[in-house]
């Protein structure tokens, strides 16, 4: 697709006061994608939206939308539309007037106006509520409603901050299907902040996981699972989290608390070139098995440990094991079936082995 609604930030930097909150921002955002701006509380990802929308101005560096430069450019010149978390839905319109709002300030003739807004509603499924206000509505329906007279303004940008985090998580598994179906219907240059990252992984064509202002990785979702750029991005994706343990070169391979794990010699000396003898070992929990009793393995990573405690999470359980000083996690479908303080052999295949740099910014290797 060509970028005729791409966004393109150069060198973008914004500060509040004395405060740097993005230092410098370079991003390309592909005309009908659906990108996800995913991080922690307070990383910026409200203050890119509100840049994009033109409710904020960058302090310096350039923002192109459609390949024209923005700064400075007002909010109601963007051509953009929002859905932020609290709706802001107008208390004493209908859910018509609510959608229509956008329709009506351009003066779309009447009809028009009505057949595009029933459309909306009923895919919506708001048909039957378009005479109601929306205090006599539920949150998911008037959450819909937000999202319906978004879709009804026809911008070419679509912004949602957060949009369902009001509701409670069934609500949300079905509203983020139907915004995923709702873009293939109406395709727009989707940019959706959150910091759940189940939202991300099933809303995103690409993830672009921020830190303090930074974009640490922006990549597809299976890159950002499988291929994670540092140990930040390893250990924000994945639930539970990815276990990430200090390990020393050894002759043959490494050592995890003073338990020797035999490496391919092309893996060995690959760590060595680029990180000496100090790496991070990172293994997600549901890449590694759990034996009872002491099991030597020849190949693969293997180590011995002592079975804490299981939790049960539903749909997996989340095992707790020492070795030494350190914990691991392991995540199964079924129980393990082992009872408090048993010696256990916890094993990985090599390609479920992350390493990352011991030292600053501790990149993959
Ligand atoms: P959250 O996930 O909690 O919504 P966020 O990633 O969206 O966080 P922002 O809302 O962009 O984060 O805020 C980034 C930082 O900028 C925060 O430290 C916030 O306090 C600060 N900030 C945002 N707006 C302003 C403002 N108008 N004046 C001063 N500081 C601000």
Do not use: W
């Not at 209908?94 to 300030?105: C, E, G, P, Q, R």
């Not at 006599?136 to 937000?146: D, F, K, P, T």
């Not at 391979?253 to 060595?272: K, S």
Request: aromatic content about 6%; glycine content about 8%.
């Amino acid at each position: 697709m060509h970028n005729q609604f791409g966004i393109r930030f150069e060198a973008v930097r914004k500060t509040f006061g004395a405060e740097t909150i993005i230092p410098s921002l370079d991003l390309d955002i592909i005309s009908g994608e659906r990108l996800v701006l995913l991080g922690p509380s307070g990383c910026g990802k409200t203050t890119i939206m509100r840049l994009i929308a033109g409710l904020e101005q960058v302090s310096s560096g350039d923002i192109y939308m459609g390949g024209k430069k923005v700064n400075g450019m007002d909010a109601s010149e963007r051509n953009v539309s929002m859905v932020f978390q609290n709706y802001a839905l107008y208390p004493h319109m209908t859910v018509f007037d609510n959608m229509a709002f956008s329709l009506k300030l351009r003066k779309v003739p009447k009809t028009e106006m009505t057949r595009r807004i029933q459309e909306i509603a009923d895919k919506l499924e708001l048909g039957h509520l378009l005479k109601r206000k929306p205090r006599e509505l539920s949150g998911g329906q008037r959450q819909r409603v937000a999202l319906g007279r978004a879709i009804a303004q026809q911008s070419p940008y679509f912004l949602l901050d957060e949009p369902l985090s009001n509701l409670d998580a069934q609500l949300r598994t079905n509203a983020r299907n139907e915004l995923v179906e709702l873009h293939e219907t109406y395709p727009t240059t989707m940019i959706y902040v959150t910091h759940d990252q189940v939202e991300a992984m099933t809303i995103g064509h690409r993830i672009a996981v921020l830190r303090k202002g930074q974009v640490q990785q922006i990549s597809s979702p299976d890159d950002i699972y499988n291929r994670p750029a540092n140990k930040f991005v390893a250990t924000f994706i994945g639930n539970p989290p990815m276990n990430v343990v200090s390990v020393q070169m050894s002759d043959n391979g490494l050592l995890f608390a003073e338990q020797e794990i035999i490496l391919p010699n092309v893996i060995r000396a690959e760590l060595v070139r680029q990180s000496g003898r100090q790496v991070l070992l990172g293994i997600r929990p549901e890449a590694l098995k759990l034996q009872l009793g002491v099991e030597p393995r020849s190949s693969g990573f293997s180590v011995k440990g002592e079975y804490l405690r299981t939790e049960y999470l539903g749909a997996q359980y989340v095992h707790h094991v020492a070795v030494q000083q350190q914990r691991l996690l392991i995540a199964t479908p079924t129980p393990a079936g082992v009872s408090p303080h048993s010696n256990v052999t916890i094993t990985a295949s090599f390609e479920h082995l992350h390493f990352f740099d011991a030292g600053e910014g501790e990149q993959r290797i």
